[in-house]
């Protein structure tokens, strides 16, 4: 069974930090593309960042180009999002999410996913 358990998230200042994690198990962790995403409430889900099976390539919305780092550790089954200078229009659910499709941005194409965990950005 796949899981996967997002952690890290809270209520932080504007300005501020977080880093996200992301513990897989139950697959191949190194062979599937991993992904962020982001719901807040009344919107709908939105692409934020990935990364390809083995880190070579990222990708990232505009809005946190230069603010937010993904990164993955597949020794050990972990997906990161390291959120610099972090404003409230970041305030969501942010999810990790697992799949095989190279088109990173479209949630759709991703397998399986987290249950989320709340990131709030305070004024």
């Known amino acids: 069974q796949v899981q996967l358990e997002e952690s890290g998230g809270g209520l932080v200042q504007a300005g501020g930090s977080l880093r996200l994690s992301c513990a897989a198990s139950?697959?191949?962790?190194?062979?599937?593309?991993m992904g962020w995403f982001r719901q807040a409430p009344g919107k709908e889900r939105e692409f934020v960042a990935a990364?390809?099976?083995?880190?070579?390539?990222?990708y990232y919305r505009d809005s946190v180009k230069g603010r937010f780092t993904i990164s993955r550790d597949n020794a050990k089954n972990t997906l990161y999002v390291q959120m610099n200078s972090l404003a409230p229009e970041d305030t969501a659910v942010y999810y990790c999410?697992?799949?095989?499709?190279?088109?990173?941005?479209?949630?759709?194409?991703?397998?399986?996913w987290g249950q989320g965990t709340q990131v709030t950005v305070s004024s």
């Open positions: 139950g697959l191949t962790f190194s062979r599937y593309m």
């Open positions: 990364i390809t099976w083995n880190g070579g390539r990222t």
């Open positions: 999410a697992a799949g095989r499709d190279p088109r990173a941005t479209v949630s759709s194409l991703y397998d399986y």
